[in-house]
């Protein structure tokens, strides 16, 4: 068999065997547009190499391009966080390494969930820390949430929302109470509590550092 030939077939295994793992441990963020392009580079490798347009070093650049796509689609993927909810913690437009496959969930991990749909019109994703876990002893007084004892304000408008996650005064199984680290933050305290189905995945460090916040900023001067 011909070099060329040879060069082509382990391609092409490389190319669906990728692709239907892909498919089995696909991602819930951004998932159709890079495996997308996964399949995009792959069939550009196959018309370049078949032509012989380009060196060597550019098809191991695209070869190491749509491995990286699939591992976006799949196991990690890199998320901007806009807005200041986890200030301090995490500072607006910070890049965010994120763990999408199956992970145990504990408390204070900081999670990636979905929105309800009622809040979707200008939220989809939203980066929160896990305060209240499945198990944890829950109640209601006047206007305010005690999760193991500890006092939390809500608004009274979320109530019914809380309430699904809530069974003989504890968390039910799959759910959790999230919070932004800033106090104004759109959480558990607006949206009720989140079920382990709306989770996307697990912020594991920050990439990069985002802005400072203006009041550090100024008390700098």
């Given at each position: 068999?011909?070099?060329?030939?040879?060069?082509?077939?382990?391609?092409?295994?490389?190319?669906?065997?990728?692709?239907?793992?892909?498919?089995?441990?696909?991602?819930?963020?951004?998932?159709?547009?890079?495996?997308?392009?996964?399949?995009?580079?792959?069939?550009?490798?196959?018309?370049?190499?078949?032509?012989?347009?380009?060196?060597?070093?550019?098809?191991?650049?695209?070869?190491?391009?749509?491995?990286?796509?699939?591992?976006?689609?799949?196991?990690?993927?890199?998320?901007?966080?806009?807005?200041?909810?986890?200030?301090?913690?995490?500072?607006?437009?910070?890049?965010?390494?994120?763990?999408?496959?199956d992970f145990e969930i504990s408390r204070e991990d900081i999670l990636v969930i979905e929105f309800p749909e009622r809040w979707q019109d200008d939220?989809?994703?939203?980066?929160?820390?896990?305060?209240?876990?499945?198990?944890?002893?829950?109640?209601?007084?006047?206007?305010?949430?005690?999760?193991?004892?500890?006092?939390?304000?809500?608004?009274?408008?979320?109530?019914?929302?809380?309430?699904?996650?809530?069974?003989?005064?504890?968390?039910?199984?799959?759910?959790?109470?999230?919070?932004?680290?800033?106090?104004?933050?759109?959480?558990?305290?607006?949206?009720?509590?989140?079920?382990?189905?709306?989770?996307?995945?697990?912020?594991?460090?920050?990439?990069?550092?985002?802005?400072?916040?203006?009041?550090?900023?100024?008390?700098?001067?």
């Open positions: 068999m011909k070099r060329k030939s040879k060069v082509i077939i382990i391609f092409l295994i490389y190319y669906f065997v990728f692709a239907i793992s892909g498919i089995i441990f696909r991602g819930k963020v951004n998932f159709i547009w890079l495996m997308l392009l996964y399949h995009l580079i792959c069939l550009l490798v196959l018309i370049l190499y078949k032509y012989k347009v380009l060196k060597k070093i550019v098809f191991i650049l695209l070869w190491t391009g749509s491995f990286l796509c699939f591992i976006f689609s799949t196991f990690f993927i890199i998320m901007k966080l806009y807005g200041t909810s986890m200030e301090p913690s995490i500072l607006d437009e910070s890049i965010l390494f994120v763990w999408q496959q939220f989809k994703l939203g980066f929160k820390r896990v305060i209240g876990m499945p198990g944890d002893s829950f109640y209601f007084v006047d206007d305010k949430v005690y999760i193991n004892g500890k006092e939390y304000w809500y608004w009274w408008a979320a109530k019914g929302e809380i309430m699904k996650g809530i069974e003989n005064d504890r968390i039910k199984e799959d759910y959790y109470f999230i919070l932004g680290d800033n106090f104004n933050s759109l959480d558990s305290r607006y949206i009720g509590l989140i079920h382990r189905s709306k989770v996307y995945g697990k912020v594991m460090f920050v990439l990069i550092e985002g802005k400072e916040p203006k009041s550090s900023l100024e008390n700098d001067h």
